[in-house]
């Protein structure tokens, strides 16, 4: 099935909620390992976040997540697995039974399962700012999907702010589409280290992705601690990027227009965050697109009373869970960027592990290869063109070790 009215299931093994890589890529392994697999995407198509990525790789190759989408949905289709697109799971009970409701109508369905999958992904954090709310502001992630998955330029001249993975990658896929990117500047001030010198230490997370070899060797220095506080006071006012001016000394101020977007005022900032006076200015734009980060999305897990704990090495609120991902609540899984916002290599690895896991529990299947596994997918941590929290592998593993302190811990 995919898409329309759904039905009620008396009994199938393994229900995944969320159809992006990590789910896509666990359900595929689930279900090739012999397992009844219904997988939940809310959206109309399966991929999540996949379907709209763009860039070239260290080695040349391009990364066309279109493509790499529609084969995993093949491999999934192959394998059997039940895939009910349009439809929101809405609740887990413990035992276990997923109700879910179809967008496309009819009654909300009960789905009685031996396991959960819950691999929801993540979601944008807004960036409040004045005139952020007329026509032709975009998330940086709306702009993704127009861009990549639509065709559609979300403007004719644009201007990105913010400095991570997600506005690097994708300003430069606007570009690429046509769209004049006037420049990618930093967010305002009211956003947590936005200025220079704290940008410059994540900028050592980004520096695979860099076009030059000066620049990648620049941010690999920003690791060394107290280079990037050095390096924020002589910084130039822009760096090009693949064409695309990159002003680490640049912040938006507010967004103008009256009934849409005529243009971005800005100003330009010191190395800690103090505004140079006199330095305001308009930039002539019809577009703007907001990049603030990625969190979790997590509702499911926190709504079955899971411990969660805050990583700052994970840099997000995430549910206590095992290395292979498993919870507290024998029979329920978590994978993807629902545990850590990384890149969709890791998380397609991450759904394969935990597939895995889930075949052993279940009985299916020893999990031989799980050490082997982890190591690559720490190799794939080490090796990631970027990262969204360069520690993250840390905290991951700190994460793991309470789990198994908490499994180990005698009962009350």
Not at 27 to 33: I, L, T, Y
Not at 325 to 348: D, I, R, Y
Request: with cysteine; net charge negative.
């Amino acid at each position: 099935m995919n898409g329309g009215v759904i039905e009620n299931f008396d009994s199938v093994d393994l229900v995944v909620v969320g159809g992006g890589p990590a789910g896509l890529s666990a359900a595929a392994r689930a279900a090739e390992g012999g397992l009844a697999v219904v997988l939940i995407e809310e959206n109309h198509q399966t991929g999540g976040k996949l379907r709209g990525q763009l860039h070239q790789e260290n080695d040349g190759e391009w990364w066309i997540g279109w493509t790499l989408a529609n084969d995993l949905l093949a491999r999934v289709e192959r394998a059997g697995v039940r895939i009910l697109t349009d439809t929101v799971a809405w609740a887990i009970e413990p035992g276990w039974v997923v109700r879910a409701t179809s967008s496309r109508g009819g009654d909300a369905a009960e789905i009685r399962t031996r396991a959960v999958l819950i691999a929801t992904g993540a979601v944008e954090k807004p960036m409040p700012v004045e005139g952020w709310t007329l026509p032709g502001v975009f998330t940086i992630g709306g702009a993704q999907i127009l861009t990549n998955t639509h065709r559609v330029r979300p403007g004719a001249r644009s201007v990105v702010v913010g400095v991570d993975p997600l506005s690097l990658t994708i300003a430069r896929a606007m570009k690429l589409g046509g769209v004049d990117v006037d420049s990618i500047v930093l967010p305002p001030v009211e956003v947590p280290d936005s200025d220079p010198q704290s940008t410059l230490k994540r900028l050592g997370g980004l520096s695979k992705l860099a076009p030059y070899f000066y620049m990648r060797l620049g941010g690999a220095l920003m690791a060394i601690p107290g280079l990037a506080a050095i390096a924020a006071r002589v910084l130039p006012r822009s760096l090009s990027l693949w064409g695309i001016p990159l002003r680490l000394t640049t912040r938006l101020v507010r967004i103008v227009g009256d009934d849409r977007v005529t243009g971005a005022e800005v100003e330009t900032v010191r190395a800690n965050g103090d505004a140079v006076p006199g330095s305001r200015r308009i930039i002539s734009t019809d577009s703007v697109c907001l990049s603030n980060g990625l969190v979790p999305l997590n509702d499911l897990s926190a709504s079955l009373g899971l411990e969660f704990v805050t990583s700052d090495s994970v840099g997000a609120k995430v549910a206590v869970h095992s290395a292979t991902g498993a919870t507290a609540l024998p029979g329920l899984f978590l994978a993807g960027n629902t545990v850590g916002v990384e890149s969709a290599k890791v998380s397609l690895k991450q759904g394969e592990i935990v597939a895995g896991e889930i075949l052993a529990t279940l009985g299916n299947s020893p999990f031989e290869t799980r050490e082997t596994e982890l190591g690559e997918l720490r190799q794939l941590r080490a090796e990631s063109e970027f990262t969204f929290e360069p520690a993250i592998q840390q905290g991951h593993d700190e994460i793991a070790a309470l789990f198994t302190q908490r499994q180990e811990a005698p009962l009350p």
